[in-house]
């Protein structure tokens, strides 16, 4: 500024008129350094950093630790001055991320392949004539990167200028605002004013679906989506389509995107282009408080964040797990949130004399409840709980319908015979990230896809690094990577067992084959010899072993591992045609045709489904997303729900509504807080208590007694018919509605 | 009969200095409030709900509620608490459901209705009046 004033000085024309107008104002004129034209010479003239400095300590961006697989290998790279140690095939992007800085980028994703198109990781190399993309440079030894350079910051600020230059002003408009990386970025990185004066272009929007809103104009052709769903999703949907600014990301032919994983893209998606179309203009980030939960719709027990509004549920958005679902979770998770505004069970409810439901007490739903139960025979009380319940709650109602005398109380889906006493039974034994070291799966009577989609994203990224082997017994059903289809039954398992079929030698030759057994098997009435054949075929094949154990079992619902944790199977095939009282605790799946027309039923959940309509009491119960709440997954992980809005009306929480009947009831549970519950649960099955970690199962299939019936012949069925109606949640939602009637693959 | 009692307004009293003058500072303010039933059933038209006895007994139990207090200094807010609550109601500031309401106590009435959880335990009680406890 000095220089400035001096120069002005000697321009101003010395004469006395005009220095009487501008004496009250300082002319400033704009002066140029040399330093500021170019960025060469601002590097130039940067005085050098005194050399034996001690730089304070590092650490890695997010808290990430460097797996050294062979620690030999480790290179030693400086990134702005600071030695760091990497593995060997690093790239300069992972080195500098190691190193703690964290480089701008649009293009690049952990997950996905490298594409190097939107050159904003742009770095400068010591003896490097222009700066390189760092995502796609493998870091040498000894080599010297620069980030905060003139020239590095040179480079951002134009390939921002050059993406900004097409992108239309949205903002306002845009759903990513407030959490879009371009506004980050261009903050952080780009320059205070562009220079692009003519007519910015527009494209086109695609329809991707009832759940992916597209506005084309705003994509900067990055390519993640396109890498996205060709490698993790495995559908060729998406491509890029013309050269130059004329590009547009579309699926060329007017496909929707049907793939389980679709929803994924909009994570992905760095700006607005792709966005969610169910909360489409409905929230702003900074409005929504997140609560890290855990997602119920599937076995799989993905965690998730749901982002909530007041008493509402806005959006669910996936967390980081790299053992269970990475940063992915499928469209029935992130979706059926708004079944759960839907057909909510607000107050205790009875049914009058003439049929109709009226809305009643606490105090008097319970005391009705009560004088009931003692005027049945014990063995008459049955007791099921419901795909979605929680440990805590199944706890509470075995140990109540236990202490008035019955035997009856199970969880839907697990039929007659099932046994829980060998946990290696019917759990997925290698977990789900172990399965990425298989190199041959065998899927029997399963279909991952629709029955857990991320252990079939699991099993899509192993076949993709490791050209794993899959093949599977079945229904024919679509497969995102390359499979062969054995056969639709047992008698091809007979075959596999007995050595006859060619498929024998590709398992034999394994070095860790998987075996995956679907829990929709445990329905049919030759359960034992059909997973008595699938454990001969592990014995043969060497699947289980003291280093790998790869037969699995993969569960259908969110409380099977749980339920058969805590020993909740169904004992007799005709307690539910003879009882007398039933109490169901959010059970939709019973058949209701068996329950005998006197028999008084109650119905504990949070949705009108189907079994409502024939209870005679309703308790209103809390959902997922109101409870704090324990699952066990299908590998054995214990996680726990955080309660993200408060209950719907008068709804309480599942256990403590039997903890209260039990006392109407007379029955003194010697518990009444959740900690005394979980004490029990401890007692019962420790491994649920132990919250975020994995008890594998103790023993091997090997103490199994032989079998000996005889297979039938029936083709196994597929368990779920429709991918996006599996609960009542899902079933209660306007979005899964949507999606089953144009999604689903007809 | 005697001359009706009239409420004069007292300034603010210097504090007690000890327990004794605090207690004989409450007995004063009973009997003002006793000697001023005759005019608050006039007022708000109490005859057939209540008789005076079960408004005396009323006050007691409000005056009974604190006896626990040793403090000089919380006796005097106390007072002047209570001092201003009898002002307002013989001022006709207050409503005949509002004294209804605070201090007659009888059938269906907010005070009455807790002899039907009496057995009950503290989870039961907890239970049905909402989920969080």
Redesign the interface.
């Known amino acids: 500024m000095g220089v400035g004033i001096l120069a002005s000085r000697a321009i101003r024309p010395a004469s006395r008129l005009l220095r009487s107008q501008h004496s009250n104002l300082i002319l400033r004129t704009i002066v140029s350094k040399p330093e500021l034209q170019s960025p060469e010479a601002a590097a130039v003239s940067q005085p050098e950093p005194p050399k034996n400095q001690i730089l304070p300590p590092r650490n890695p961006v997010g808290g990430a630790r460097v797996h050294f697989s062979n620690p030999e290998d480790a290179i030693e790279v400086f990134v702005d001055g600071y030695a760091v140690k990497v593995p060997k095939g690093f790239t300069v992007l992972q080195a500098c991320e190691v190193a703690g800085v964290d480089i701008p980028r649009f293009c690049y994703h952990s997950r996905l392949s490298i594409a190097g198109n939107c050159r904003m990781c742009l770095v400068e190399v010591e003896k490097s004539p222009k700066p390189v993309a760092s995502c796609a440079m493998p870091a040498l030894p000894g080599m010297k990167i620069k980030t905060d350079t003139p020239i590095a910051k040179k480079a951002r600020e134009g390939v921002m200028e050059f993406l900004l230059m097409n992108h239309p002003l949205d903002c306002p408009i845009c759903d990513q605002g407030g959490e879009c990386d371009l506004q980050d970025q261009s903050m952080a990185f780009g320059s205070d004013r562009g220079r692009f004066t003519e007519m910015k272009r527009s494209v086109v929007d695609k329809n991707l679906g009832p759940l992916v809103k597209t506005v084309m104009t705003r994509c900067i052709q990055c390519t993640r989506c396109v890498r996205f769903a060709s490698e993790v999703a495995g559908v060729q949907d998406l491509g890029m389509l013309g050269r130059g600014s004329g590009e547009e990301i579309g699926t060329y032919v007017e496909k929707l995107m049907t793939s389980e994983l679709s929803g994924n893209v909009i994570d992905i998606c760095p700006v607005g282009a792709l966005t969610s179309k169910p909360f489409a203009f409905k929230a702003r980030n900074w409005e929504l408080k997140g609560t890290e939960t855990i997602d119920v719709s599937d076995a799989v027990g993905s965690n998730i964040r749901v982002d909530s509004r007041g008493p509402e549920v806005m959006r669910i958005i996936p967390r980081l797990n790299e053992d269970i679902n990475e940063e992915w979770i499928s469209d029935k998770t992130r979706f059926s949130y708004d079944g759960l505004k839907r057909q909510r069970l607000s107050d205790p409810m009875i049914r009058d004399s003439d049929g109709r439901f009226k809305a009643v ?3 008097d739903a319970l005391a009705v409840v009560g004088d009931i139960i003692h005027q049945v025979k014990s063995d008459e009380i049955v007791g099921i709980a419901g795909q979605l319940s929680d440990a805590e709650s199944m706890m509470v109602l075995k140990d109540f319908v236990n202490r008035m005398g019955s035997d009856n109380v199970w969880c839907e889906g697990t039929a007659v015979g099932v046994d829980a006493d060998l946990r290696s039974s019917y759990l997925m034994n290698t977990s789900i990230s172990g399965l990425e070291n298989a190199d041959v799966f065998l899927l029997v009577g399963t279909q991952p896809r629709v029955e857990a989609a991320m252990v079939n994203a699991r099993i899509c990224k192993t076949v993709r690094a490791s050209n794993a082997k899959v093949a599977y017994i079945g229904p024919p059903a679509d497969f995102n990577y390359d499979c062969k289809h054995l056969g639709t039954g047992p008698d091809t398992l007979k075959e596999i067992a007995e050595g006859r079929h060619p498929f024998c030698s590709t398992l034999k030759n394994a070095k860790n084959p998987a075996i995956i057994v679907g829990a929709g098997l445990f329905n049919r009435t030759d359960k034992d010899a059909v997973l008595s054949a699938v454990e001969s075929i592990a014995q043969a094949n060497n699947v289980v072993r003291p280093d790998w154990n790869g037969l699995n079992y993969l569960l259908l619902y969110a409380a099977q591992a749980a339920a058969l944790d805590l020993g909740l199977i169904q004992q007799s095939a005709k307690a539910l045609e003879s009882a007398k009282f039933v109490y169901l605790m959010g059970a939709d799946d019973v058949d209701v045709g068996k329950i005998p027309k006197d028999a008084f039923v109650v119905y504990q959940g949070h949705h009108g489904d189907k079994a409502v309509y024939r209870a005679n009491v309703i308790l209103p119960a ?1 959902a997922f997303t109101e409870k704090e709440g324990t699952y066990e997954n299908t590998e054995g992980f214990t996680q726990q729900t955080v309660p993200a809005v408060p ?1 719907v009306g008068d ?3 599942d256990w ?1 509504i039997v ?2 009947l039990s ?2 009831s007379g029955v003194n549970l010697p518990y ?1 807080s959740i900690e005394g519950v979980r004490s029990r649960i401890k007692n019962v099955a420790p491994n649920l208590v132990h919250t975020d970690e994995r008890e594998p199962a103790a023993f091997g299939p090997s103490l199994k007694p032989e079998c000996k019936e005889t297979m039938s012949t029936t083709p196994f069925k597929p368990v779920v018919e429709n991918f996006y109606m599996t609960n009542a949640i899902t079933r209660a939602s306007k979005i899964m509605a949507q999606c089953s009637a144009v999604l689903l693959k007809k | 009969m005697a001359a009706p009692f009239t409420l004069r307004k007292i300034g603010v009293p210097p504090n007690s200095a000890n327990l004794t003058e605090a207690r004989r500072r409450v007995f004063d303010f009973f009997r003002a409030a006793c000697r001023s039933i005759p005019t608050v059933m006039d007022i708000y038209n109490l005859q057939d709900v209540v008789a005076p006895s079960q408004l005396r007994f009323a006050i007691s139990a409000q005056i009974r509620n604190n006896a626990h207090v040793t403090d000089p200094k919380v006796i005097d807010l106390l007072l002047f608490k209570g001092m201003e609550e009898l002002t307002d109601i013989v001022d006709h500031a207050k409503q005949r459901h509002h004294i209804i309401g605070q201090y007659v106590v009888g059938e269906g009435l907010v005070q009455n209705t807790g002899s039907k959880d009496q057995g009950k335990s503290d989870f039961l009680k907890n239970f049905y009046t909402s989920n969080y406890f």
């Open positions: 007490s606490w105090r809390s209950t709804a309480r929480d403590k903890r209260a006392e109407v009444n």
